[in-house]
């Protein structure tokens, strides 16, 4: 427990520095906030010293003072002109102005007694009886900060003598804050009370979210130990137990997989078993010592030469399709019209000798653009074409057609041939590897047709009756970006 909470990057201790963060928070920002206003006074007094200075600039050069409001907006400040007689005869009030510090000063107070200048102001007797404007009009000059309303506002003021008038700006802080501040000691025993609660509760949620995942950890390592993949337990109903059943989705497609290539390498190894042992046959024959007249060494020779074709493509059939079941992540992919490949590969269907006599027919409807591996696509598609073709070629009236359907989203291709069909019992195992009822076939064409298909974001069906047509259909992703017909 103590080596998991000490790490940098437990979720424990994690737990524990957010509950401390958010008890000590508010103690901080009251002390943080303290600090603020103090360090900003001096820079009120500077900022309505220079708003006077300039507005005494303004009015020497000849500027009217009702006038003043358009040679400076004197932002966030109040600026005032008291005429000889002591009358108000220019008031911009920009320092009220509705804004974010109006707003917090209302969430700590209530509107109606939230303090502000103006509310200072209504208290205050006339502005040219107050003392600092009467200093302004003896000494030329005069500015200050003060507290106002239980050291809840802070004012500062700058008057300033020109002439026959005196230049008075004004502006305060809002201590919106300052309620926080009052009860600051109040706070620091509620964060204590806050603080062991929140520990306890930390602990607790730390406890509640690390347990199921440190179950989790364990249960995954011993199916590395065994060497099985039996699902996880984990009583959650909650995000926990969804993941607990994402573990259990991966580990059924790991056993799926095994099992998979269980079956892959013992049938494999059966399709090997025949060429094998006719090639260890024809070497016994020739160990034997009988003599190796024309006809037996021709027959040995069409023996081997069988034996050694069969495990070639066996071999190389086997290679694609394994490559091809790793989703053929290397392979480059390039824009490709699956309309005009289809053209190219039924051109050369048609220049077979072994199909002279059967009929072939394309159409095309739509755009036909993919993204995909040309020399795989074209592997998967010969397949199909040879395989239809095969069939065809049984009938004399043999015909294969080929459709090509384009949309934004999809193009599909289907492939139909007149020949006898297959079995419906026969239709589950047609796509699985090593299934074959062609003499000679490897049975690992449609196979690898399939997985070709899916690796390039596809999927391919097929429906057929015995004595019917039988159609092979491949749907693929259009390309992005292509609308038309092509």
């Not at 204590?192 to 179950?215: N, Q």
């Not at 013992?266 to 046959?281: G, M, R, S, Y």
């Not at 999809?410 to 589950?428: C, K, R």
Request: hydrophobic share 45%; proline share 3%.
């Amino acid at each position: 427990m103590s080596g998991a909470l000490m790490r940098p990057r437990s979720l424990r201790l994690r737990a524990f520095i957010v509950v401390l963060i958010v008890v000590i928070a508010p103690l901080v920002f009251v002390w943080a906030s303290n600090v603020a206003d103090y360090s900003s006074g001096w820079q009120m007094q500077r900022r309505v010293e220079r708003t006077a200075e300039r507005a005494a600039v303004a009015l020497e050069d000849g500027v009217a003072a009702h006038r003043l409001a358009e040679v400076d907006s004197w932002r966030r400040v109040r600026l005032r002109v008291l005429s000889a007689d002591g009358q108000v005869v220019a008031d911009i009030d920009n320092e009220s102005l509705p804004g974010i510090i109006g707003w917090v000063g209302e969430l700590f107070f209530d509107p109606d007694s939230a303090p502000s200048l103006s509310e200072w102001e209504r208290r205050q007797p006339a502005l040219s009886a107050r003392p600092e404007i009467l200093k302004a009009q003896v000494d030329g000059y005069e500015s200050g900060c003060i507290w106002a309303d239980n050291r809840k506002l802070m004012i500062c003021y700058a008057a300033l003598q020109q002439g026959e008038q005196t230049v008075v700006v004004h502006e305060s802080s809002r201590r919106a804050i300052r309620a926080l501040y009052d009860v600051r000691y109040q706070l620091i025993k509620l964060a204590m009370f806050t603080m062991a609660l929140g520990i306890l509760l930390a602990g607790w949620l730390s406890w509640r979210m690390v347990r199921p995942l440190e179950a989790l950890r364990a249960q995954v390592l011993a199916r590395k130990t065994t060497g099985t993949l039996e699902p996880v337990v984990l009583d959650r109903d909650d995000e926990f137990g969804d993941l607990a059943a994402a573990f259990n989705v991966l580990l059924g497609a790991l056993e799926a997989r095994n099992r998979n290539n269980e079956a892959f390498a013992a049938d494999l190894v059966h399709e090997l078993k025949n060429p094998v042992a006719a090639v260890a046959a024809a070497a016994d024959s020739l160990e034997s010592g009988r003599p190796l007249d024309a006809a037996r060494a021709a027959r040995l020779a069409r023996v081997l030469r069988s034996s050694s074709s069969r495990l070639d493509a066996l071999a190389s059939r086997f290679l694609e399709l394994a490559r091809a079941e790793a989703g053929l992540r290397t392979m480059p992919r390039d824009r490709l019209d699956l309309a005009a490949m289809a053209a190219g590969l039924l051109e050369s269907v048609s220049a077979d000798e072994r199909f002279t006599a059967v009929e072939v027919q394309l159409s095309s409807r739509g755009p036909s653009v993919i993204i995909g591996g040309s020399e795989r696509l074209e592997t998967a598609l010969r397949n199909l074409l040879d395989n239809a073709a095969r069939f065809a070629a049984e009938r004399v009236d043999g015909r294969v057609v080929v459709v090509v359907t384009g949309s934004e989203d999809a193009v599909v291709l289907s492939v139909t041939d007149n020949g006898a069909g297959i079995p419906e019992a026969d239709l589950p195992r047609l796509f699985e590897r090593f299934f074959s009822r062609r003499k000679g076939g490897t049975g690992l064409g449609l196979a690898l047709t399939r997985a070709i298909v899916i690796a390039h974001g596809g999927t391919i069906t097929v429906t057929s009756k015995p004595d019917e047509e039988t159609t092979f259909t491949v749907t693929l992703p259009a390309a992005e970006g292509v609308s038309g017909g092509m």
